[in-house]
């Protein structure tokens, strides 16, 4: 059980109170604005919702307590069990190996329940239906407005294009919302710590996913081919790990299957502050990359319960800047 103080949780209320607040006030063309990455707030608001964020995040304990129902496998002193594939820090609190090649690892109490809280909090009503085709809903920070790119082709454009994929698919029909980096620094900090060799630059913006009764994400795999422009605003690059954390309990439904491993499919319980880690790709010294697909093909499976998660992925390379086309 995680403990909070009641200073946490009065702090919680306030700042949910200063999201709600930021959103009645502040409209755009494009309807109802985000809170954080948006410097037209008032300074009170965003001082009250800096200061509660910070509180949340260093006041709840991390117990990190492994779960005997999952394998609990030795853990190579490298952190790697095959050659290429990415790291992991072995001090980090709650680190389980539950497959080995490729490696899958869970991290019991990755954020406090206070944390999970407030990240649903952020995502509020800005969901949207998930992505799955080319084209890429982005943030302009120049001009402070959304753009759309495509990875495939490299064009980009402000308004939304006549794209059946830019909605939801029968691949995936969760929603989703976005969490930029700059919100959740703490959050930041401690994923580049668990992944070791890991520049805050090679984090894709943060999206949050929520599934309703009977929604789902079909088998697949989180690779990328490499092109012009990829769909984390990565060129030239792949990624190399995944972190997502369970955002709440689920009592049933919603598991995440990896349906080509021991046992098959090896099936992970949603559970709250939980994070699950896994390595998309490898670094090759002959083709710069491989990608590890089908070992790593998972799914959500239709949820039955309301599930929340959050999710990020490691690049090879850093971020670009915004592509010339998306400033004309």
Same mark, same amino acid.
């Given at each position: 059980?995680?403990?909070?103080?009641?200073?946490?949780?009065?702090?919680?209320?306030?700042?949910?109170?200063?999201?709600?607040?930021?959103?009645?006030?502040?409209?755009?063309?494009?309807?109802?604005?985000?809170?954080?990455?948006?410097?037209?707030?008032?300074?009170?608001?965003?001082?009250?919702?800096?200061?509660?964020?910070?509180?949340?995040?260093?006041?709840?304990?991390?117990?990190?307590?492994?779960?005997?129902?999952?394998?609990?496998?030795?853990?190579?002193?490298?952190?790697?069990?095959?050659?290429?594939?990415?790291?992991?820090?072995?001090?980090?609190?709650?680190?389980?190996?539950?497959?080995?090649?490729?490696?899958?690892?869970?991290?019991?109490?990755?954020?406090?329940?206070?944390?999970?809280?407030?990240?649903?909090?952020?995502?509020?009503?800005?969901?949207?239906?998930? %992505?799955? !085709?080319?084209?890429? =809903?982005?943030?302009? *920070?120049?001009? +402070?407005?959304?753009? /759309?790119?495509?990875? #495939?082709?490299?064009?980009?454009?402000?308004?939304?294009?006549?794209?059946?994929?830019?909605?939801?698919?029968?691949?995936?029909?969760?929603?989703?919302?976005?969490?930029?980096?700059?919100?959740?620094?703490?959050?930041?900090?401690?994923?580049?710590? %668990?992944? !070791?060799?890991?520049? =805050?630059?090679?984090? *894709?913006?943060? +999206?949050?996913?929520? /599934?309703?009764?009977? #929604?789902?994400?079909?088998?697949?795999?989180?690779?990328?081919?490499?092109?012009?422009?990829?769909?984390?605003?990565?060129?030239?690059?792949?990624?190399?790990?995944?972190?997502?954390?369970?955002?709440?309990?689920?009592?049933?439904?919603?598991?995440?299957?990896?349906?080509?491993?021991?046992?098959?499919?090896?099936?992970?319980?949603?559970?709250?502050?939980?994070?699950?880690?896994?390595?998309?790709?490898?670094?090759?010294?002959?083709?710069?990359?491989?990608?590890?697909?089908?070992?790593?093909?998972?799914?959500?499976?239709?949820?039955?319960?309301?599930?929340?998660?959050?999710?990020?992925?490691?690049?090879?390379?850093?971020?670009?800047?915004?592509?010339?086309?998306?400033?004309?």
């Amino acid at each position: 059980m995680i403990n909070t103080s009641s200073n946490s949780s009065e702090k919680l209320k306030e700042m949910r109170r200063g999201y709600a607040l930021a959103r009645r006030a502040v409209n755009t063309s494009n309807g109802i604005r985000r809170l954080f990455g948006v410097p037209v707030i008032t300074a009170e608001v965003e001082k009250r919702s800096a200061s509660a964020t910070k509180t949340v995040e260093s006041s709840s304990n991390r117990s990190g307590q492994l779960d005997s129902s999952y394998p609990n496998l030795d853990i190579p002193p490298s952190g790697v069990a095959e050659t290429g594939f990415h790291e992991v820090n072995l001090t980090t609190p709650g680190l389980q190996l539950i497959s080995r090649a490729p490696n899958v690892f869970l991290v019991h109490d990755f954020l406090t329940s206070s944390e999970c809280d407030a990240i649903v909090t952020m995502a509020g009503s800005d969901m949207v239906p998930s %992505l799955c !085709g080319a084209w890429q =809903k982005k943030w302009s *920070e120049t001009h +402070s407005r959304h753009y /759309y790119a495509n990875w #495939q082709t490299g064009e980009s454009r402000w308004d939304k294009p006549k794209d059946p994929n830019v909605d939801a698919s029968e691949t995936r029909t969760s929603t989703a919302a976005r969490v930029e980096k700059a919100d959740v620094p703490a959050i930041i900090s401690r994923i580049t710590a %668990l992944l !070791g060799d890991c520049d =805050k630059r090679q984090l *894709e913006a943060f +999206s949050v996913l929520r /599934y309703d009764a009977g #929604q789902f994400f079909k088998p697949h795999a989180d690779v990328w081919q490499h092109g012009k422009w990829s769909s984390g605003g990565f060129t030239d690059s792949t990624r190399l790990a995944t972190v997502f954390v369970y955002l709440n309990d689920v009592q049933e439904g919603g598991e995440t299957r990896f349906t080509r491993l021991k046992p098959c499919p090896l099936v992970i319980r949603p559970k709250k502050g939980m994070a699950v880690v896994h390595f998309p790709a490898r670094r090759d010294p002959h083709f710069g990359f491989r990608h590890d697909w089908p070992r790593t093909e998972h799914e959500s499976a239709p949820a039955v319960d309301e599930k929340w998660i959050f999710a990020t992925w490691m690049w090879a390379n850093f971020e670009d800047e915004e592509p010339a086309a998306a400033l004309q």
